[in-house]
């Protein structure tokens, strides 16, 4: 009798001993929880500042491209500024793109420009090798901040080039 007793008092210490284990696994699951909800929350505002910086980004260089491709006078200007064009009108999707993760700059203007027209990637390649030297580092930076150094690079090349005209 004594024994069942010891058996069934060890069983019932022990039942104790997971309800209080279980309550305490609770509670953490749901300060788990809440931590998972703000961390969306967080996420999801950063996501809606991303876009809004990137589009606040679009239309300052679209409306700065717009303003020299306009004062362009030589042939050789405006064919840079068709070489860089479908960056500038592709601002939002490259931006999108190339904050994906690191080494997506390239990959991503290459869809757009092969999606523009065949062979242009090529042509751009070509541009960017035959430039100066911090739009050349910021192409192999290939990543977001470089993304955006080389559409300025490229905007401050084209009104270097007028203000030297």
């Known amino acids: 009798m004594i024994f069942v007793l010891a ?15 279980a309550e305490n696994l609770q509670r953490e699951i749901i300060l788990m929880k809440r931590d998972v909800s703000a961390t969306k929350k967080e996420n999801k505002s ?7 910086i990137a589009q ?8 700065r491209f717009i303003e020299l491709r306009a004062e362009a006078t030589s042939a050789e ?4 500024f ?7 009108n592709n601002y939002g999707t490259i931006f999108n793109g190339t904050l994906k993760g690191k080494g997506k700059l390239q990959s991503t203007v290459k869809k757009i420009y092969e999606g523009h027209q065949k062979g242009t990637y090529k042509v751009l390649s070509n541009y ?5 030297k911090e739009i050349k580092r910021a192409w192999s930076s290939n990543n977001i ?5 080389l559409v300025e690079a490229f905007l401050q ?3 270097a080039k007028k203000k030297d005209n």
């Open 157 to 159: 090349v084209k009104k």
């Open 82 to 88: 068709d070489i860089i064009a479908p960056i500038i």
């Open 7 to 21: 058996i069934i008092a060890m069983f019932v210490a022990v039942s104790i001993y997971f309800f209080f284990k």
């Open 128 to 132: 960017i090798a035959q430039t100066d």
């Open 77 to 80: 200007d405006t064919e840079m």
């Open 46 to 52: 950063y996501v809606e500042l991303m876009a809004i």
């Open 56 to 63: 606040r980004y679009e239309d300052i260089s679209k409306r």
């Open 145 to 149: 901040n470089g993304f955006i150094l």
